[in-house]
């Protein structure tokens, strides 16, 4: 009796929106992350330093600047750090995140 192979399924890391809480794929996201020189956007994704995630669009950044950003990086946020981050937000779509995929 031969075993069946079965196709290797790849994992995907997921990360949780600070802005709306949806769980979503890494690489939807942008990642901040808290260094010693401040709050910086990390388009690579692998800076040092503590980090979190939020989708590209206004309504999500909105939401995490009011609070959730600061207390899910543990700092609070200078103005320069606040003035850094809403002109980032000034280039998003002002569209609602995607609906969350559901895998089984």
């Known amino acids: 009796m031969t075993k069946k192979v079965k196709p290797r ?8 929106c600070v802005g709306c809480r949806l769980v979503m794929p890494k690489r939807t996201l942008s990642r901040v992350v808290r260094t010693p020189e401040g709050v910086q956007l990390d388009p ?8 979190a995630y939020v989708h590209n669009s206004r309504d999500c950044w909105q939401r995490a600047l009011k609070g959730a950003l600061a207390n899910a990086l543990r700092v609070e946020l200078s103005d320069s750090d606040r003035t850094q981050l809403e002109a980032f937000v000034q280039t998003l779509p002002e569209e609602t995140p995607p609906a969350p995929v559901v895998s089984a």
């Not at 399924?9 to 949780?16: D, E, G, L, M, S």
């Not at 690579?44 to 980090?51: L, P």
């Open 9 to 16: 399924v790849k994992h995907t890391p997921q990360r949780t």
């Open 44 to 51: 690579s994704g692998k800076a040092n330093g503590r980090g």
